[in-house]
């Protein structure tokens, strides 16, 4: 049994991708190895940039979507599924090589919720981490079993989001 603990950070307000990358500012910090991978996403957000000049940062090449998958043929759809499960298999290899004190699975809940990821798979990832540190899960509709699982859920309420009132996503901000 490791002493590591899982946070969950879910809802549908700003702040769940922020706050992992801040806990890994914080590991960093103390100059404590941290692995971060992203699911979902194109890798170019600004905080992936700024944390990849840590040296202690790992940034994970994660598999990519082609565009929206729910437009892909059945067995693009087939692909894509398997080259994620590769893809999680390929961070328990490396999350094994340099054992993170803190490792951020940016929105794997999305990925989970669009059976991208296999509930297994990812639990498997998630315990392969827990082994070395702490595990930061993010994304909109956590499942259930993650969060009875989880050690530290955290809920953020959209109380107000500027999107709605027509205001576009902006660099430094959102991304
Ligand atoms: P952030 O990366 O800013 O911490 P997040 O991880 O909580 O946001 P996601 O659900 O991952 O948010 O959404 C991705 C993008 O949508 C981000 O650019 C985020 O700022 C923006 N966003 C977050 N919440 C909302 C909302 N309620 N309405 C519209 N856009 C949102
Ligand atoms: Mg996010």
Redesign the pocket.
């Given at each position: 049994m490791s002493h590591h603990l899982l946070h969950v950070y879910t809802g549908?307000?700003?702040?769940?991708?922020?706050?992992a990358m801040g806990l890994a500012l914080r590991m960093l910090g103390h100059n404590q190895p941290v692995f971060i991978a992203q699911f979902m996403k194109d890798g170019k957000s600004g905080e992936l940039h700024a944390l990849r000049s840590f040296e202690a940062a790992y940034l994970f090449d994660s598999a990519k979507l082609r565009g929206f998958f729910g437009r892909l043929t059945p067995e693009q759809q087939e692909q894509t599924r398997q080259e994620h499960l590769e893809s999680v298999e390929r961070m328990k290899v490396k999350i094994e090589e340099i054992k993170p004190a803190l490792t951020v699975l940016d929105?794997l809940n999305v990925a989970l919720t669009m059976r991208l990821v296999t509930m297994e798979a990812a639990i498997s990832l998630i315990d392969c981490a827990l082994l070395y540190g702490d595990v930061a899960v993010?994304?909109?509709y956590a499942p259930q079993a993650l969060l009875d699982k989880a050690d530290y859920v955290s809920k953020?309420e959209?109380v107000k989001?500027p999107?709605?009132e027509g205001i576009q996503?902006r660099k430094g901000?959102?991304?």
């Amino acid at each position: 049994m490791s002493h590591h603990l899982l946070h969950v950070y879910t809802g549908d307000g700003k702040g769940k991708t922020t706050t992992a990358m801040g806990l890994a500012l914080r590991m960093l910090g103390h100059n404590q190895p941290v692995f971060i991978a992203q699911f979902m996403k194109d890798g170019k957000s600004g905080e992936l940039h700024a944390l990849r000049s840590f040296e202690a940062a790992y940034l994970f090449d994660s598999a990519k979507l082609r565009g929206f998958f729910g437009r892909l043929t059945p067995e693009q759809q087939e692909q894509t599924r398997q080259e994620h499960l590769e893809s999680v298999e390929r961070m328990k290899v490396k999350i094994e090589e340099i054992k993170p004190a803190l490792t951020v699975l940016d929105e794997l809940n999305v990925a989970l919720t669009m059976r991208l990821v296999t509930m297994e798979a990812a639990i498997s990832l998630i315990d392969c981490a827990l082994l070395y540190g702490d595990v930061a899960v993010t994304g909109r509709y956590a499942p259930q079993a993650l969060l009875d699982k989880a050690d530290y859920v955290s809920k953020i309420e959209a109380v107000k989001h500027p999107f709605n009132e027509g205001i576009q996503a902006r660099k430094g901000i959102e991304f």
